[in-house]
């Protein structure tokens, strides 16, 4: 009797171990949240999942059975891997990893041929893989906040990509390819090399372009040691390319933290232009009056003097 009630009592003072999926947020194809017992029990049902702010070390396997998810969120954990079957989620179009210390792009994610959203951003990627066009149906790409130098001569095959965050303390020039993504909206990259200017020109369709520096790129999860080469390189712009006026569809310019000294008279051709961050830049008060009045329609944010 003694015997079987320590049991108990042993039973009662052992931590409950949770779930894999406590915590979840599940939605149907509506967006109405589903209970995790329904989930399990209609799979089928399942459209988004987010696993966000757990800590998980592995994905559930539970998340296999989800065959038409839509979408998966599984920020700030400690996933070093992804597993294998995470390829037989077919379905998937949008996947948020960011966070993460997976430190290789998974060849599981690679196989999602539907995937449109794919972030993974400050997760100590090393490099971008050319087999990145095996996501042909790709729009928007975050790859920000890794240990990557370079990127990728596939990246141009993305012919469909939209948005493309590449921010990395690392980063500082594109490949020539990128010219190709003719359907691209919206650029961030910093630091940047000038060189890369003539590149961006030849972007049509490009409507936001961030080109910030200086401490505004140290903003990035996961990094903790900058060394000084690295360093070195951030507020890498001391000048504006005369034909920047060529990308006449930007909407969005900032160039905040940078070194500039002097405006390019082409900027009066950006007419659709509404926004221009140039705080943090060391421009004479003659030079941000000129930039106010190269743009009068648009919002010129510049240092109070």
């Not at 490009?206 to 520096?213: A, D, T």
């Not at 930039?291 to 648009?298: H, N, V």
């Given at each position: 009797m003694l015997a079987a009630a320590s049991l108990i009592f042993l039973a009662l003072e052992a931590p409950m171990q949770a779930a894999p999926l406590d915590g979840a947020d599940l939605c149907d194809a509506d967006g109405r949240p589903l209970d995790v017992a329904t989930a399990l029990a209609a799979p089928e049902r399942v459209r988004a999942l987010n696993l966000s702010g757990a800590g998980r070390t592995e994905l559930p396997a539970e998340v296999r059975r989800f065959k038409e998810l839509r979408t998966l969120e599984v920020q700030g954990g400690g996933m070093k891997s992804l597993p294998d079957w995470l390829a037989e989620l077919g379905a998937l179009e949008r996947l948020d990893l960011s966070g993460n210390p997976l430190g290789t792009l998974p060849l599981s994610v690679l196989r999602l041929g539907r995937l449109r959203v794919l972030?993974?951003?400050g997760c100590r990627l090393a490099a971008i893989p050319e087999s990145i066009s095996t996501l042909p149906a790709i729009e928007d790409l975050d790859v920000g906040g890794n240990l990557f130098s370079t990127l990728p001569e596939s990246l141009g095959e993305l012919?469909?990509?939209?948005?493309?965050?590449?921010t990395s303390h690392y980063l500082h020039t594109l490949p020539p390819s990128a010219v190709r993504l003719t359907r691209?909206?919206?650029?961030?990259?910093?630091?940047?090399?000038?060189?890369?200017?003539?590149?961006?020109?030849?972007?049509?369709?490009?409507?936001?372009?961030?080109?910030?520096?200086?401490?505004?790129?140290?903003?990035?999860?996961?990094?903790?040691?900058?060394?000084?080469?690295?360093?070195?390189?951030?507020?890498?712009?001391?000048?504006?390319?005369?034909?920047?006026?060529?990308?006449t569809a930007l909407r969005t310019l900032r160039l905040a933290a940078n070194k500039l000294t002097a405006i390019p008279p082409s900027l009066a051709r950006l007419s659709r232009l509404a926004e221009l961050d140039l705080r943090g830049n060391p421009l004479p008060e003659a030079e941000k009056g000129r930039?106010?009045?190269?743009?009068?329609?648009?919002?010129?944010?510049?240092?109070?003097?």
């Open positions: 972030a993974v951003r012919s469909r990509l939209a948005v493309l965050h590449v691209l909206r919206e650029l961030a990259v910093y630091p940047v090399d000038f060189a890369d200017f003539p590149l961006l020109t030849g972007l049509p369709a490009l409507e936001i372009l961030r080109l910030n520096g200086g401490s505004r790129a140290m903003q990035t999860p996961g990094l903790t040691e900058i060394p000084p080469s690295v360093l070195a390189l951030w507020n890498a712009i001391d000048r504006l390319p005369v034909r920047l006026g060529d990308l930039a106010k009045s190269l743009l009068p329609k648009a919002r010129v944010e510049v240092d109070p003097c």
